[in-house]
């Protein structure tokens, strides 16, 4: 069953996913120089996602903090 447009949220695709598409390993070991042109797609080896991590933003101090130090 798929999901209805009015349900989908806008940034879902945007964050990283822990399972490539077979043609994303592909790709993705092409850029590493690990494919050989003429073999097969099947049973590809792991490929590492590696996921992007935001920190959190600092507090900023407010001027009374500033002022009594």
Request: positive net charge; hydrophobic residues 30%; glycine residues 8%.
């Amino acid at each position: 069953m798929t999901v209805h447009k009015s349900l989908r949220r806008g940034g879902r695709l945007a964050r990283s996913r822990n399972v490539l598409t077979r043609a994303e390993r592909v790709a993705q070991m092409k850029s590493e120089d690990r494919w050989v042109e003429g073999r097969s797609p099947l049973g590809l080896p792991k490929v590492r996602v590696i996921k992007l991590v935001i920190g959190k933003k600092k507090k900023k101090k407010s001027a009374e903090e500033d002022e009594t130090k």
